[in-house]
Structure formats: structure tokens, C-alpha cells
């Protein structure tokens, strides 16, 4: 672990210069002790860290003291460093490593090679955490010990134990074959298997974990697209998925089609409205959706649906009629 910062501290004085040891410590996420400890034991080792004293002094590096990665054109370095902004590897326990492993890509390019990079990578920013409106973009917190050992059981491929806790049911442990680790729209899931059946778990409510020393029973190779396309096929067209025939202005129609789970088939009336039979995950979900939407489209059927949006309404008509 110690060598990790090590190496770390010396790719930080590389890339920003002299640099104070308080801002060193917050980086590292360590004491400004630790740092000064961590100096001195790069220079017993032969490492050119040198100190300035003074208002504006801090640790610097000699010049030139780098190395070199060749090989990789402008689109492919800015590719790397655009990759640490990404928020799925914080799913899976990797965020720390991927900004040290960006952090060392960025050392190792060219200087000229690393300027455009670096200041190109300013240019984009990928899934900030507010959309325009200030909504937060909804992300699952999944803790790095947590992860890590969920990963371990992965890439080892032994038996996984979960105190899973699912929609609606008090949690319990479960163990699992593990297949793999799917991030989707800052969500985590782990594909597994549970005696003969397909079972997918949501990261975010796996409480703990346990790594066992049982081998999974699984394959030895996996095409894990292959093996998400098919479990999100069987997701949106089995269990208690609702069937609803809404009318929809078609300048609403993408808007209804995000919150649904498929869109079974679709036609024109002869007003204009698009008339769509499209499915959701279940009942709550329907009456959830198309109240999102009531303004813009009507269900059809089924019939308890209408009844169901029609009570709501009355309730808020009341609540909000006319005053006298």
C-alpha cells in the first residue's frame, strides 16, 4: 500500500510541480505527516525530491526525471485521461485505481502529448452528477470493501455469500455462483446463478459479503453482453410485467417510452395521436408512469388502470378546486 502512494507522490510532483505538503496529504487522503515521511523515504531511495522554503515553497522534482510511453495518438491519450471521469468503476470498488493507473498513463505520454491531452480532457465534461434542472442523476452507493470482495469472488471464481436485502422483503443470505459485474446508467448489478436458476442482484442492495473457498459452478469463459441481453429480455417480457394501450400526443412519445420497460407495437390514430402498447415491471409501475404523463396521454387499458388514475385525480382536483 505504501508503495502505491510512493509511486503516486512521484507522478503528482511530476505533473504539477512544486506543490505544498498540505495539498499532497488531501490527494493522497493521508496526514501532512505521513507525506513528510513518505519525501524522505523517496530521497534515501535516490528520488530528486528537493524542498523550497518560503511563502510559495512546497516539494518539487528535478527536471527531466520521467519516463516515456510512445505509441499513442492524440484521440487514444485523451481517450485514457477522459476514462477517470467516469463514476462505474466507483461501483465496482475501482475508482481509487483508476485515477492512479490515469494518473501514471498521463505521466508516461510525451510532454507535448500530455499538454493537449490534459487540456483537451477540460473540455468534456461525462455524467456530472446534476442534470440542467439540479436533479441529481440517481447513482447507487456501493462502499469499496464491499465491492472489492464481491470482485474477488468474481475473479477467482469461488462461491459468494450475500446479505441481500430485495424490493419489499426483509434481507437474507444467500450463496451465489458469480458470474460477473454490469454497471448500467451508475447502477450496479452482479450476474449469478443459483442452483440451475439465472439470478441478478442490484450492488446497491447487497448489505455484505463473503468470498467462499468453494470453486462456482459456472463456465470458464463467459460473453457477458451476450448473457445481459438475454436476462433483460426475459426482465421485460416475464414475472408481473403490466400490459397498458395508451394514446399519446407524439410529441410525448420518447418521454412515455423512457419510463417503460418495451414497446410492443405501435400505430397512428386517425387524429394524429400515437396509440402504443407498451409494458411495465408491474401495476405500481403503470400507475406511476402514465401519471407522470396524464397531461399528454390516455390509457386505454386496462380498465382498473383508468379507475385507478381517475381516483387520483379527483383527489387532486379536490385538493386544489376553485375557491369560492
Request: glycine share 6%.
Amino acid at each position: 500500500m505504501r508503495a502505491d502512494r510512493l509511486v503516486s507522490l512521484v507522478l503528482l510532483l511530476r505533473q504539477r510541480g512544486r506543490t505544498t505538503a498540505a495539498a499532497l496529504a488531501r490527494e493522497l487522503e493521508v496526514s501532512t505527516r505521513t507525506v513528510l515521511r513518505d519525501i524522505e523515504a523517496l530521497s534515501a531511495a535516490g528520488v530528486p525530491v528537493y524542498a523550497e522554503r518560503g511563502r510559495h515553497g512546497g516539494f518539487a522534482l528535478l527536471p527531466d526525471f520521467q519516463t516515456a510511453l510512445t505509441g499513442l495518438n492524440h484521440d487514444e491519450a485523451l481517450a485514457l485521461v477522459v476514462a477517470g471521469s467516469r463514476r462505474g468503476a466507483q461501483l465496482f470498488g475501482l475508482g481509487s485505481a483508476l485515477a492512479s493507473a490515469v494518473l501514471k498513463v498521463v505521466d508516461a505520454l510525451p510532454e507535448g502529448l500530455r499538454d493537449t491531452a490534459v487540456g483537451a480532457a477540460q473540455r468534456l465534461l461525462i455524467d456530472p452528477e446534476t442534470d440542467l434542472l439540479s436533479r441529481r442523476v440517481a447513482s447507487d452507493e456501493v462502499s469499496d470493501s464491499l465491492a472489492a470482495e464481491v470482485r474477488r469472488a468474481v475473479f477467482a471464481g469461488h462461491k459468494l455469500r450475500i446479505y441481500y436485502e430485495a424490493v419489499g422483503r426483509p434481507p437474507r443470505w444467500r450463496t451465489v455462483d458469480p458470474i460477473g459485474l454490469v454497471t448500467v446508467r451508475d447502477q450496479g448489478y452482479l450476474l449469478a446463478k443459483r442452483g440451475a436458476e439465472d439470478r441478478t442482484y442490484r450492488l446497491s442492495r447487497v448489505l455484505a459479503a463473503e468470498q467462499l473457498d468453494e470453486p462456482a459452478q459456472r463456465s470458464d469463459a463467459v460473453d457477458l453482453d451476450r448473457v445481459w441481453r438475454e436476462r433483460n429480455v426475459r426482465f421485460r417480457t416475464g414475472g408481473d410485467s403490466t400490459a397498458v394501450v395508451v394514446s399519446v400526443d407524439p410529441a410525448h412519445r420518447e418521454h412515455l417510452v423512457a419510463t417503460a420497460l418495451a414497446v410492443r407495437s405501435e400505430e397512428t390514430d386517425d387524429g394524429g395521436r400515437l396509440r402504443l402498447h407498451v409494458v411495465f415491471q408491474d401495476a405500481r409501475h403503470a400507475e406511476w408512469a402514465l401519471w407522470q404523463h396524464a397531461m399528454y396521454a390516455e390509457v386505454e387499458a386496462p380498465q382498473w388502470l383508468r379507475s385507478s388514475l381517475h381516483r387520483r385525480a379527483t383527489v387532486i382536483a379536490a385538493r386544489y378546486g376553485a375557491p369560492d
